[in-house]
Structure formats: structure tokens, C-alpha cells
């Protein structure tokens, strides 16, 4: 099962809105990852967790405040967002790198993503 | 600074045919992996297939194979008898061993027609 989970598909807010998005793995991975992705681009990485502790924050600014509660959950609060945050939000997971198997932990499972529209 | 090069912005095939997807990257890196992923209108990232940078043998995945040339830097990928279903974007990528970052190129939009 290689399979996360994104919720929710869809989102919209306004600029004064606080809303959460939410990612769950249960393949037992210790590295999640929150990318955004504008319409016909590459994913840009944001925030990575490892071991629940944050270990990239690529220069995201505060209106976007992650979150790991626990191994098998990422949240990304939202609060008082921009209409160019419009974008799809992806979700990933990977093994950490303590794992012995080296390929494994270098690959990453995606999420489906929420489209999140800002109004 | 690692960069991923994809040169082929669209591309279009018949249905059953064979298609070659172009990907260069840079990297002064010995120890890597190269990736690449699917993404459909549905919008979720796929791995299609990987290679270890350290393996000769190019790696294949039922229709799907790569041409990986390690001392020119690229990693094609090659779809044969292509169906309708791999209507995409698909995305090369590259990670260094022991990195968490994934280095994304442009992506190509490839459509399967009829």
C-alpha cells in the first residue's frame, strides 16, 4: 500500500479564513513533505518533517504554518492567505534515512492533492 | 546547483505508438536517483519508474523503460504501445543520496490521441 491521503479535494477561503489541510500515511514513513504547485509547473517543495521534528522550511512565509502531531499525520494551517496562493497543494511521504534500504528511502508517495482557491 | 532540464514542453503520439520522453539534468553528485513521475488530470504524482545512479542496467517497468547516460547526464524515458491512459504531465526528477529534496524539471505534457 503505497497509498496518502489528502483531504480535503477541494478548498475555498477568503483572505480573512483559517483553514487546515490534512495528510495522512500509514506506511509507516518518518519524512513528510508539503509541496505547492501553480497549473502547469513542477511542484515546489515547502516545508519537510522528519521524525515529526521540521527539518526544511524552504523560505515559506508564516500565513502557512505546518504541522506534524504524529508519525502518520501532517497538517498545513492556512490563515490570511493571498489570492497567488491559489495553487494545488501536494502531500508526500518517504522512509527516513536511518532505514538500511537506500533506494526506499529516497523515493517520495504523493498525495492527490487539494486545490485550494483563495478569494 | 542541481538542475533537471526537460526540453520537450508538449508532445503528442497516436495511440500504440512508441514515444520518447528527453530529460538532462546537473548534478557534480556521484550518488543519486532519477525518477519519473506521471501526474494526470487527476492530479496525482505517480511513479512511473526509478533508477539507481549507481546500476548500468537501465530500468524498466512493463511498457515503460529508461536510457540512462550517466557521463551525458541524461535519463529519458521511453513509453511504448502507448494507450490512452498515459495522458499526462510527466515530470523527471532527481534526488542525492541522503538529500530530502527532489529536483523537478518542467515537465513534458504528453497526450495520447485516438
Known amino acids: 500500500d503505497t497509498e496518502v491521503t489528502q483531504t480535503p479535494k477541494h478548498l475555498v477561503m477568503g483572505m480573512t479564513n483559517k483553514k487546515s489541510l490534512k495528510c495522512e500515511q500509514h506506511?509507516?514513513?518518518?519524512?513528510m513533505y508539503w509541496y505547492k504547485q501553480k497549473a502547469k509547473k513542477p511542484p515546489e517543495l515547502m516545508f519537510v518533517?522528519?521524525?515529526?521534528?521540521?527539518?526544511i522550511n524552504e523560505s515559506v512565509p508564516s500565513r502557512f504554518s505546518p504541522e506534524c502531531p504524529n508519525s502518520s499525520l501532517l497538517n498545513l494551517h492556512l490563515h490570511a492567505l493571498q489570492p497567488e496562493d491559489s495553487a494545488l497543494y501536494l502531500c508526500?511521504?518517504?522512509?527516513?534515512?536511518?532505514?538500511?534500504?537506500?533506494?526506499?528511502?529516497?523515493?517520495?508517495?504523493f498525495g492527490a492533492g487539494t486545490r485550494l482557491s483563495v478569494l | 546547483a542541481q538542475t533537471v532540464t526537460q526540453s520537450q514542453p508538449e508532445m503528442s503520439v497516436q495511440e500504440a505508438e512508441t514515444v520518447t520522453l528527453s530529460c538532462t539534468y546537473d548534478t557534480s553528485e556521484n550518488n543519486y536517483y532519477l525518477f519519473w513521475y506521471k501526474q494526470p488530470p487527476s492530479r496525482q504524482m505517480i511513479l512511473v519508474i526509478r533508477?539507481?545512479?549507481?546500476?548500468?542496467q537501465n530500468a524498466t517497468e512493463n511498457r515503460f523503460s529508461v536510457n540512462f547516460q550517466k557521463a551525458a547526464k541524461s535519463f529519458s524515458l521511453k513509453i511504448s504501445d502507448s494507450q490512452l491512459g498515459d495522458t499526462a504531465m510527466y515530470f523527471c526528477?532527481?534526488?542525492?543520496?541522503?538529500?530530502?529534496?527532489?529536483?523537478f524539471g518542467q515537465g513534458t505534457r504528453l497526450t495520447i490521441n485516438p
Open positions: 518533517y522528519s521524525y515529526e521534528k521540521l527539518s
Open positions: 526528477a532527481f534526488i542525492i543520496q541522503g538529500a530530502q529534496k527532489l529536483v
Open positions: 533508477q539507481e545512479a549507481y546500476k548500468q
Open positions: 506506511m509507516g514513513h518518518r519524512a
Open positions: 508526500a511521504s518517504s522512509q527516513e534515512q536511518k532505514t538500511s534500504i537506500k533506494l526506499a528511502k529516497n523515493i517520495q508517495y
